[in-house]
């Protein structure tokens, strides 16, 4: 009966992706997941369609719709969170933002947003109808229970994960069913660790402690401890996180990973989307220990609250002597997006024992080679706010680590320019001067 189904929904390509009208909004995509048959059977397409929206974030591979259509007449992608790639695309206006609270999203999908047509990949059913969503939950359950239609490329290469729960999809929802055999995921690099990752890393380390429940973002700093934690002799470390990354496996290979003092989801890792190498897609193929869930619950502020002990470890791009701070653009121009690092922010905080950390490096170089502070007496002009100053509590550079918790307008200046690069200092002291946040029995 299920098989029969299957082979009745079975199309290629290009048949699923003519049901897509003009003016059609549609779901594409998130992270490793990417329905490369489809986004290419879409560009087909191209001449005769208009005003379709596509909707995605953190996209890994081109999307040949988009660079095909650069006067942007018959495609426009909407990202929720830009990776490197869609910046690009950003900057010649071909990609524009949607400013989220990650936790939110399945809501804004439900409530806010249009969705008529679904293109994503999936792994291979299995013998009771389900299709795993593997590498990306994060809102798909959402998107499908609101779509018209729902197309899935089955990806032999997808890796079946356990949930949770909305981590897959069953042939009954599903409209169409193209078959795309092996076709790899697309990989994310890490970054390699900088001397000033590392340092900011060790600060954060010695924060940490047996038992404690590990978020980690992406980038070189996260990269960095998580190779200190696997080296270090911290045990029965716990997991719950908005994105699987490498990290996390070199710490479970290394034992310092048991997951059993969590409060919930006792001795699992919960996830909502997953990318990396190779070896994070093996590791997680049927992996019991594995617990993937949409993102309403891995990033909902109050459920990562009951995990005693969460460490929340997230970058900043530039952070003002008040304490705000800017994680998603540089000036007006947009670098990636809020994603989960606000939930995050308030769920280490409330969370017994928990700590949430900001970390950015002192200093950064323009394109001229001029040197510049991350630490601001106010925020670039244009510059958003990822974390309100009430917020945040510890913030790290590679000169030390302050806890803003509490602290008056002058004692976050004075916190912030002790950890700032000693170079900008004095400048930043005359700043918080004429911002009237300097005492003057001030050191």
């Not at 900057?91 to 008529?116: F, H, Q, W």
């Not at 619950?297 to 009951?306: M, V």
Request: contains cysteine; negative net charge.
């Amino acid at each position: 009966m299920i098989m029969d189904q299957y082979r009745n929904k079975c199309v290629t390509a290009d048949e699923a992706v003519k049901v897509i009208k003009d003016g059609d909004w549609v779901e594409f995509g998130w992270g490793a997941s990417y329905a490369g048959l489809l986004a290419e059977a879409i560009d087909k397409r191209r001449d005769e369609l208009h005003d379709v929206n596509l909707r995605g974030g953190v996209i890994l591979k081109p999307l040949p719709f988009i660079e095909n259509d650069p006067e942007g007449e018959h495609f426009t992608w909407n990202s929720m969170h830009l990776s490197g790639y869609e910046r690009k695309l950003a900057a010649k206006g071909l990609a524009y933002y949607i400013p989220i609270k990650y936790s939110e999203v399945p809501r804004y999908i439900r409530e806010n947003c249009r969705t008529d047509v679904v293109a994503i990949q999936v792994a291979p059913m299995d013998e009771y109808g389900y299709f795993n969503f593997g590498v990306s939950i994060s809102h798909y359950a959402a998107v499908i229970e609101m779509a018209r239609t729902v197309i899935v490329e089955v990806n032999e290469d997808m890796p079946k994960v356990h949930g949770g729960y909305e981590h897959t999809v069953h042939i009954s929802q599903v409209d169409y069913i193209v078959e795309a055999g092996r076709c790899g995921l697309p990989t994310l690099p890490s970054a390699a660790p900088s001397e000033i990752d590392k340092m900011i890393a060790d600060h954060v380390l010695s924060e940490l402690m047996d038992g404690a429940c590990i978020q980690l973002g992406i980038g070189g700093m996260p990269n960095a401890l998580g190779k200190m934690i696997a080296d270090s002799d911290l045990k029965d470390l716990g997991i719950h996180t908005e994105m699987l990354v490498d990290g996390f496996v070199d710490m479970v290979e290394a034992g310092r990973v048991t997951g059993l003092k969590k409060n919930i989801d006792k001795g699992r890792m919960a996830y909502s989307f997953a990318a990396g190498s190779p070896k994070l897609y093996d590791f997680m193929h049927d992996n019991p220990s594995i617990a993937a869930y949409p993102v309403d619950y891995t990033n909902n502020p109050f459920i990562a609250a009951q995990i005693d002990g969460l460490i929340s470890i997230n970058s900043a791009v530039e952070i003002d002597l008040s304490g705000q701070v800017c994680s998603e653009t540089a000036g007006p121009k947009i670098i990636s997006g809020s994603g989960g690092q606000l939930d995050f922010v308030e769920g280490a905080y409330n969370s017994k024992g928990g700590k949430s950390f900001i970390c950015l490096p002192s200093t950064f170089t323009d394109k001229a080679g001029t040197l510049h502070s991350r630490i601001k007496g106010m925020m670039t002009l244009g510059s958003v706010i990822t974390d309100t100053r009430a917020g945040v509590q510890y913030v790290v550079t590679e000169y030390g680590k302050v806890n803003l918790k509490g602290m008056s307008s002058w004692q976050r200046a004075e916190a912030l320019i002790s950890i700032a690069h000693p170079d900008f200092r004095d400048e930043l002291v005359a700043e918080a001067k004429e911002l009237k946040i300097w005492r003057k029995k001030n050191k």
